[in-house]
C-alpha cells in the first residue's frame, strides 16, 4: 500500500502532523508512507522513520513536474488532513490519480472519495483534528496525541557543542510567524533580569538585532545562532522549560515533554486548537486584544513563580 500525507503548511503545521505517521505505520506496518511537504517545514521529517519518501511543494514551474511524479507514483490513498478549504490543496488532489482521495468535507471542494464529515474543529487540538482524518482508514488512534520528532546527529552534535558547560538551560523563544506574537524587547529584558538560571535565547535570523537587544549586557543570556530549525528542536529537547509565544516552539517543547509557559493572544478558538501538549504547561493571555503588547513583564513572571528553577 502506497500512501501520500498532505502537509504544506508552517512549520507547527507539520509537527501537529507527525501523530498520523506513527498511528498509520502501526495499523500498517508494511504501507509506504510519504508525504508532501512545504519549503518551510520538511526538514522536521527528514529523519522521521515512519517515511518513506518526501516531495517539496514549490509554486511555479516547478509544480508541473512535481504533479507528473505524483502521479507516476499511482498512489492507493491520498490524505490531507487540513480542515479548512485550500485552493492548492484541492487542485493537487484532484491532479492525482489515487484511488482513494481522504479530506474534510467542504461546499467548495468535492474531489474526495471520502469526504471528513466537517466537525466544529475550534474545539479540538489541531492534533486531534488531525487524527481525526484517519476514520476513513479504518484506524483508532493507539498511541497519545504527543507529536513525535527525531532529531538529526549534525544538529544534536552542533547543540552538545554551544552547551558545553550549560546544564538544562531555560530557553526562551522571541520570535513567531506572526508580529501580532511578539513582545515588546522591554518586556523581554525585565523578565529576564529576574531569571537567576542560565537563558539560551532561540531566534530566527531576521530577529538578530532584536535578540542582541534584549540581552544588552546581562551575562546570563546566550545567543543561540540556528542553522536551521532541526538545530532548534535539539536545543528545546535539552532544555529544563521553555518559555515562547504561541508558535512551532510550543509544540517542539510538547514533543520531548519539556515544561512550558506560552504566551498566547486572548483569542479562546486559537488556544483551543494550539495550547501546549507537555504535562507541565502554563498559558497567559494579555487580559483583552489579539496582540501581545499589552502584556506585561509582571504578570510573565507571576507565571513563572509555578515553575521550579
Not at 502501526?26 to 508532501?36: G, V
Not at 490531507?80 to 488532489?93: G, W
Not at 518586556?187 to 542582541?212: G, M, Y
Amino acid at each position: 500500500m502506497k500512501i501520500l500525507i498532505v502537509q504544506i503548511g508552517r512549520i507547527g503545521d507539520m509537527v501537529l502532523t507527525t501523530p498520523l505517521f506513527r498511528e498509520i505505520h502501526h495499523k500498517f506496518p508494511n504501507a509506504l508512507i510519504d508525504i508532501l511537504c512545504s519549503k518551510q517545514n520538511f526538514q522536521i521529517v527528514e529523519d522521521n522513520p515512519h517515511i518513506h519518501k518526501m516531495w517539496i511543494y514549490t509554486k511555479g514551474i516547478q509544480t508541473a513536474k512535481l504533479i507528473f511524479g505524483l502521479r507516476a507514483e499511482k498512489y492507493d490513498i491520498w490524505l490531507d488532513p487540513k480542515d479548512h478549504f485550500s485552493r492548492e490543496s484541492m487542485i493537487l488532489a484532484k491532479l492525482s490519480n489515487a484511488k482513494i482521495k481522504i479530506g474534510w468535507k467542504n461546499e467548495r471542494n468535492s474531489v474526495f472519495t471520502h469526504p471528513i464529515p466537517l466537525v466544529n474543529s475550534q474545539n479540538h487540538h489541531r492534533v486531534e483534528t488531525n487524527l481525526t482524518a484517519l476514520i476513513p482508514m479504518g484506524i483508532t488512534p493507539q498511541f497519545t496525541n504527543i507529536p513525535e520528532l527525531f532529531p538529526t546527529k549534525d544538529s544534536e552534535d552542533f547543540v552538545e557543542k554551544f552547551l558545553s558547560g550549560i546544564d538544562n538551560p531555560i530557553v526562551v523563544n522571541i520570535s513567531a510567524g506572526d508580529k501580532s506574537r511578539y513582545l515588546p524587547a522591554e518586556t523581554w529584558r525585565k523578565v529576564l533580569e529576574n531569571i537567576n538560571s542560565t537563558v539560551v535565547l532561540n531566534f530566527t535570523p531576521s530577529d538578530t538585532l532584536l535578540a542582541q537587544e534584549i540581552k544588552g549586557n546581562n551575562p546570563k543570556i546566550q545567543l543561540f545562532s540556528s542553522r536551521s530549525i532541526m538545530d532548534t528542536v535539539s536545543l528545546i529537547k535539552k532544555a529544563r522549560m521553555v518559555i515562547s509565544p504561541d508558535t512551532a516552539v510550543i509544540h517542539i517543547a510538547s514533543a520531548f515533554d519539556i515544561p512550558t509557559l506560552g504566551i498566547y493572544a486572548n483569542i479562546d478558538w486559537n488556544f483551543e486548537r494550539f495550547r501546549p501538549l507537555s504535562s507541565h504547561s502554563i498559558v497567559i493571555q494579555p487580559d483583552e486584544g489579539k496582540t501581545l503588547q499589552q502584556l506585561s513583564s509582571d504578570k510573565i513572571l507571576k507565571a513563572l513563580e509555578q515553575f521550579p528553577f
